[in-house]
């Protein structure tokens, strides 16, 4: 048997297909990416090496504002952290703790995460629509005429246009993780907290939400880093438009890529984009830890 | 007086819950009806009823003016040979990882689990220059490979935690009866991994059906556009006229809603097992 299991062909041959895909595909582009990041390149002919004059030009350049474009994608991580997720444990615990249709529930606040990006964004541009779309239509409908809007062109709208569907659609993941978390404590926990007394938010609080952390914490990890790298639905609904209002840091990465060839600058936003993501996963996780002791 | 009081606010609770339901599922009843109706109903008429006609042409022109039909072929090639590329290569990494004997296997397998954190911006300058230098853009491994690549991760991590449930004496048993390391491979784990494939594979078809950047950048010609990249093009030629879209997009949707429907349990159960154990 073990002469049998440790069959260097074999291993070898059952390792191929994945470690190739995985080392071609994920682990050199990674090195090549940062490579790129240093080098003024537009994709055609010879890139120069420029050290680090990419990022510099990135937090320096009046015209890029990087900056805020990261304020952005932070404005859309507290967003989902303090309204998305909250929502999201109401839900669950609401569910968890019975009630009629709870089944029912579930299943349907989880659709809009099934459904592609695209759907979803081509749905909001006709909600949105300034002539037929239907928040207009509903708010002329009920006299409100004056809060009517171009809600994805207008600087000051934008944003947060953008930012209503993507908290929309996947609050029902994070309710659906939370909610398996909460099922999975077992029941004896919960009975054992009635018989001291504990009750309705009562128990939540002291009982559920504390044992609930891991859950919570891949929602916070899912909620900040999915923010960081948000590409979809602001590149159906605005493509970081107008004027930049809306700009994100993918988005950016790749108007300079694809749009303006900037190869090596593109890539120094990719690798700012992969730095905090990690970081704040890193960051988020210490949160927790520290917490939980 | 207790008891009323937990009754009524249970009440507000599912009040709360119904409304909120109404807000996640209208714009989809919204898309549905729209896409039978004609401009007129959809701009002022009848915005938010049921069709007053239904408008079945509307799904006529998306599939054939629209190229929707290609697009949704497209679709549906490159998810088919995400899900079986993945799965392969995921299964057999996963036998050797967990079940065979060398040095460097817990590394291995760490250094797939990295690629769970590692997102797609990283690849997809490199990946592109990578597939152009090989005259690969505009074709389909263009997106299976790449997609494969970052599913592999998950794939692996979930056959790993459904190997742990295969007990070893089946192995022990056939080897003692001659059998070779593929053909334990190939008669004993992979039809006792069965359970692992629909967890793998509905999570790679939503992943890969609902793909964008990737398909966005890889692909421009017609031929080999998936849907979400196709429908962007759709709704910038029919910018005017609704109803196409809106059929469009019900087309783009009905498959998953679809299994959805069939095995809704499932599908949420596979997507929690991804989420938790990464």
């Known amino acids: 048997m073990d002469k049998v299991m440790k069959n260097k062909t074999a291993i070898f041959l059952f390792m191929f297909p994945a470690t190739f ?105 006709k909600i949105y629509n300034p002539q037929y779309g239907i928040i207009n239509a509903g708010l002329r409908a009920i006299g409100f005429d004056h809060l009517t809007r171009t809600w994805l062109g207008d600087q000051k709208t934008a944003l947060f246009a953008v930012f209503v569907p993507i908290l929309w659609q996947y609050v029902g993941y994070h309710m659906l993780l939370m909610y398996a978390g909460i099922k999975s404590i077992s029941s004896s926990i919960n009975e054992a907290a009635m018989i001291d007394g504990a009750e309705g938010w009562q128990m939540s609080k002291y009982i559920t939400i504390p044992l609930l952390k891991p859950v919570l914490q891949v929602c916070v990890i899912f909620a900040v880093t999915g923010s960081l790298k948000a590409f979809d639905l602001i590149y159906v609904l605005t493509n970081g438009g107008p004027a930049h209002a809306s700009e994100v840091p993918s988005t950016l990465m790749v108007s300079m890529i694809f749009g303006r060839n900037r190869y090596g600058f593109g890539s120094a936003i990719a690798i700012c984009i992969i730095f905090l993501c990690f970081f704040f996963a890193i960051l988020i996780k210490k949160f927790f830890r520290t917490e939980v002791e | 007086m207790h008891r009323k009081k937990v009754k009524k606010s249970k009440k507000i609770t599912f009040i709360v819950l119904c409304i909120w339901a109404i807000i996640q599922i209208f714009p989809l009843y919204w898309m549905l009806t729209f896409s039978l109706k004609d401009n007129s109903e959809i701009f002022g008429e009848n915005i938010i009823g049921l069709p007053k006609k239904w408008l079945w042409s509307n799904y006529q022109v998306a599939l054939t003016t629209g190229n929707m039909a290609r697009y949704f072929l497209n679709s549906t090639i490159v998810t088919v040979g995400t899900i079986f590329l993945t799965t392969i290569a995921a299964l057999m990494a996963t036998y050797a990882l967990k079940r065979m004997v060398w040095r460097g296997q817990e590394t291995a397998n760490n250094i797939f689990m990295l690629g769970l954190t590692v997102p797609i911006h990283a690849a997809i300058l490199p990946v592109f220059i990578m597939l152009r230098n090989l005259k690969m853009t505009n074709s389909y491994q263009a997106l299976i490979l790449p997609y494969s690549a970052f599913a592999l991760a998950m794939a692996i991590l979930i056959s790993n935690s459904f190997i742990d449930n295969i007990p070893r004496e089946l192995e022990e048993a056939a080897c003692i009866d001659g059998c070779s390391i593929y053909g334990i491979f190939w008669h004993i784990i992979l039809p006792l991994m069965k359970p692992a494939l629909s967890t793998i594979g509905i999570f790679i078809f939503l992943q890969a059906w609902n793909e964008l950047m990737f398909a966005v950048i890889f692909i421009s010609d017609s031929t080999y556009r998936t849907l979400s990249v196709g429908i962007q093009t759709l709704s910038g030629s029919y910018t005017t006229s609704w109803g196409p879209i809106g059929a469009a997009l019900v087309i783009a949707t009905f498959p998953t809603l679809f299994l959805y429907s069939f095995m809704s349990q499932k599908i949420q159960e596979s997507l929690v097992i991804g989420a938790v154990k990464g």
């Open chain 1, 21 to 125: 895909l995985f080392i071609a595909i994920i682990g050199v582009p990674i090195f090549m990416s940062v490579h790129y990041s240093l080098l003024d390149w537009n994709g055609i002919t010879e890139g120069t090496f420029i050290g680090f004059q990419n990022y510099i030009e990135l937090f320096k350049s009046p015209s890029i504002r990087f900056v805020k474009v990261i304020g952005n994608a932070f404005l859309l991580a507290i967003l989902s952290v303090f309204i998305q997720l909250p929502l999201a444990l109401w839900l669950a615990i609401s569910l968890a703790r019975g009630i009629k249709g709870e089944r029912f529930f579930v299943t349907i606040f989880f659709i809009p995460v099934l459904i592609s990006t695209v759907v979803i964004g081509q749905l909001w541009l």
